[in-house]
């Protein structure tokens, strides 16, 4: 089983009148491949963010391998 960083991002206007990538949240998740971390993260992340819909905060998702492996 492999650890991935997931980031939920979302692009913003800044004050200057400037659009900038915003992290919403991120999470670690272990599990066997990419798709599957990142169904497992939208589940967590609705979860803690009391939302339905992932989607309601963040525009996309970033998903990075961390260095380790779990076993």
Same mark, same amino acid.
């Given at each position: 089983m492999s *650890? +991935?960083?997931? /980031? +939920?991002m979302k692009d913003v206007l800044g004050g200057n009148g400037r659009e900038r990538e915003v992290c919403?949240? !991120?999470?670690e998740i272990d599990a066997s491949s990419e798709g599957q971390a990142? =169904?497992? !993260?939208?589940?967590k992340?609705?979860? =803690?963010?009391?939302?339905c819909d992932w989607s309601l905060h !963040? %525009? *996309? #998702? *970033? #998903?990075e391998a !961390? %260095?380790? /492996?779990?076993?």
């Open positions: *650890r +991935f960083v997931v /980031h +939920f919403q949240g !991120a999470l990142t =169904e497992m !993260a939208k589940v992340f609705c979860q =803690e963010q009391s939302l !963040a %525009d *996309r #998702i *970033r #998903i !961390a %260095d380790l /492996h779990v076993s």
